[in-house]
């Protein structure tokens, strides 16, 4: 409690709540100085009191105040009345607002003016309450008030709130048109809302239109269509803005300025030209805030570039910005991503002494260390999570799992899960999704359908992510009855198949030649409305290529181009593979050309199977056609292509060409492979055997 002196004046009563920084010791001191022998608070009082309480928290406490103007009868201006208004406004309670309004002559002893009008129009725009704020406004010639350019911006955001933006700029033609010049308020207000509504070229528009009146835009002006149009991912656009405030001789970038476009940079990848305007930012001695650091730091960290995310920490550091649990992890983050473990541990040591940080930090770490295979460390986190009484969440059961599984450590993922489990711990759908990806790659199939239905009865619906792993694991081990039994089932159980899982069971059919259940499941697909794709394709044709029905698979490729669809480069190399496979290389030859037609690029693949296709029919003249596109688009060949000429020309008994090119291939660094030798070995053996059975 404080002691006053026994003259107390409303001058020190103020001076004393000025040093008071705490609201509520503040309010405190008020109720103290109020209880004082023969002293009465003065309006400055109140009004300093009043502007403190516009937080939610404390706007409960401003009818106490004005309890104590109305019992001490303190004669208030209209601007202590509009400070409650406002109050009420910023709380969305504008009911109260309006009771204020009533009784302010009751209250302060003033008459209300245009600027409480104002106010009050204000409040019931800020909570959405247009006709409120309408008829409010057709009542001002009632009382012979005159709007004032307030009024108008007023009416502006009323516009814009409604997003009725063509009114909202009659408004600024009329307000020209007789004679009351927008300011840059009633300008903002408009651009503002464009923005935010993704309106870009018209709020740039408008902005122009400010300029050729003679408006001079505000900083504030230029750093929304800056953000707007980082928001849309035109960097050239937000670009161009900042330009021309850095020209403009009336507005100067603040530290929003510069917040706004580094923040913008790194989320459009440009992380050097970030750097950039940090630079410009400390030349111009404009001080950086934790926000300016946080997104240069995270953006850089995002990239890679940890090594200048790690200046920019400590520049921040050494200015004196001290770094909150964000910018920990996004530094903990980047160092884990570099591969860099010495420096995680230094900083978490930092970040330990200051207690800063989170659940969110560990999850950071243990994830780091298990993607850099220290195991056993990730493993002392883990437990030094627990020693620090600090709530593992779903998040970082997830990590571990995943990186224990990740890392050949199967059962002792098995065993966190159960732990987990029975410790009703919080858990999702990828601690589960993880183990049985895990255990179907391991062929451990039944202990991963067990902890599918476990999954399930726990209240995690399984994925398709994790019914798709079970089909694979299934086709992997070939027991495709008990994947077609688990894929029936899905749609009951668990989730809808859907283009992915259809096709990992359409290839696993193909492979062992059961055409006629995979088309089964084709007519499945379309009668559901699903859409085959470039991999279904592909899979069906790959299949009956293998099996020798290369008529059937023209013309499921003929089908595939009728409906409009167009092959990838895969899509044409299985087809061209099949076909060459048949001994039909000239057909082959032909869906090479129309390729170029259909702007699919010939890879390599293409070239080798075309080359081979070609040696397999002896016509070694066009296989020779086919080596010189691969040297003429700019392929290089590699050792795939040096073994099918070595054999092709070996096959035609042309051992010395053959021996020709792999002097070539050792000239450019090809190296040869055991295949390699086999085929020339081989060759030169079956020569000599050949020549001596002549000669014999």
């Known amino acids: 409690m404080v002691d006053f002196p026994k003259s107390l004046s409303p001058k020190r009563v103020l001076k004393l709540l000025q040093a008071e920084k705490n609201t509520h010791s503040a309010l405190a001191l008020l ?233 913008g940079m790194c989320k459009c990848g440009r992380f050097g030209e970030s750097l950039e305007i940090w630079d410009r930012m400390k030349r111009n001695e404009r001080g950086c805030d934790l926000f300016t650091c946080s997104s240069l730091i995270n953006g850089l960290c995002k990239a890679g570039n940890v090594d200048e995310a790690e200046i920019v920490y400590k520049d921040m550091v050494g200015k004196g910005v001290m770094p909150d649990v964000v910018v920990y992890n996004a530094m903990l983050d980047g160092f884990c991503r570099a591969g860099k473990i010495g420096k995680c541990f230094e900083l978490w040591e930092v970040m330990e002494k200051g207690g800063c940080y989170n659940v969110v930090s560990y999850n950071i770490l243990i994830r780091g260390l298990f993607e850099n295979g220290k195991v056993e460390e990730a493993m002392s986190v883990w437990e030094l999570m627990h020693d620090k009484a600090c709530i593992a969440d779903s998040t970082t059961y997830g990590v571990l799992i995943h990186g224990l599984c990740k890392n050949g450590y199967l059962n002792k993922a098995l065993w966190i899960l159960k732990e987990a489990e029975n410790a009703r711990a919080d858990l999702d759908v990828f601690a589960y999704s993880s183990l049985i990806n895990w255990l179907c790659k ?56 859907h283009v992915v899982s259809y096709n990992a069971l359409i290839n696993g059919l193909c492979k062992v030649g059961r055409f006629s259940d995979a088309y089964v499941f084709v007519k499945e697909m379309l009668e559901k409305g699903l859409k085959l794709d470039v991999i279904t394709y592909s899979l069906l044709i790959d299949g009956l290529c293998q099996g020798r029905k290369i008529d059937m698979a023209l013309n499921l490729w003929n089908q595939a181009l009728d409906k409009g669809f167009e092959p990838d480069v895969t899509m044409y190399n299985i087809m061209i593979h099949g076909l060459c496979s048949a001994g039909k290389a000239e057909g082959a030859l032909q869906l090479y050309f129309q390729m170029g037609c259909r702007n699919c690029v010939p890879n390599l693949v293409t070239h080798n199977t075309l080359m081979e296709g070609f040696y397999k029919i002896r016509d070694c003249g066009k296989a020779s056609q086919i080596w010189a596109r691969i040297l003429k688009v700019g392929l290089r060949p590699d050792i795939i292509s040096y073994n099918i000429t070595l054999k092709g020309l070996c096959s035609s008994s042309r051992i010395s060409d053959a021996v020709g090119y792999l002097e070539k291939a050792l000239h450019h660094g090809v190296l040869p492979t055991h295949i390699t030798w086999h085929i020339l070995v081989r060759a030169v053996v079956n020569d000599r055997a050949t020549s001596q059975s002549s000669w014999g």
């Open 31 to 263: 109720d103290s100085a109020t209880r004082h022998p023969n002293y009465s608070h003065s309006p400055d009082v109140f009004h300093h009191i009043l502007r403190r309480l516009f937080h939610p928290n404390l706007v409960s406490h401003v009818s106490r105040v004005l309890q104590l103007i109305r019992s001490q009868k303190c004669q208030c201006p209209e601007d202590v009345a509009l400070t409650v208004i406002k109050a009420y406004t910023k709380n969305s309670m504008p009911d109260k607002a309006l009771e204020i309004f009533h009784q302010m002559r009751e209250i302060f002893g003033c008459e209300t003016g245009i600027r409480s009008y104002n106010a009050l129009l204000n409040a019931f725009i800020e909570s959405n309450q247009w006709e409120r704020a309408e008829q409010l406004f057709a009542y001002f010639e009632t009382v012979g008030l005159v709007p004032n350019l307030q009024t108008y911006n007023t009416l502006i955001k009323i516009s814009c709130k409604k997003r009725q933006f063509e009114k909202a700029r009659g408004l600024l033609d009329w307000m020209w048109e007789k004679g009351l010049k927008p300011d840059v308020m009633s300008y903002g207000v408009l651009i503002n809302a464009l923005a935010k509504n993704g309106k870009m070229g018209d709020a740039l528009e408008v902005f122009d239109e400010m300029l050729e009146r003679g408006v001079s835009p505000d900083v504030m002006c230029y750093n929304i269509l800056i953000d707007g149009w980082f928001r849309r991912g035109d960097y050239t656009e937000a670009k161009e803005v900042w330009e021309r405030l850095v020209m403009d001789s009336g507005a100067y970038p603040n530290v929003v300025s510069y917040n706004v476009m580094i923040s």
């Open 442 to 497: 391991e062929g451990r199939l039944d202990e991963a359908a067990r902890l599918l239905d476990q999954m399930a009865k726990c209240g995690y619906k399984p994925n398709l992510h994790v019914c798709n792993s079970l089909i694979y694991g299934f086709i992997q081990v070939s027991k495709l009855e008990d994947a077609i039994c688990f894929f029936k089932a899905m749609s009951t159980k668990y989730c809808s198949p």
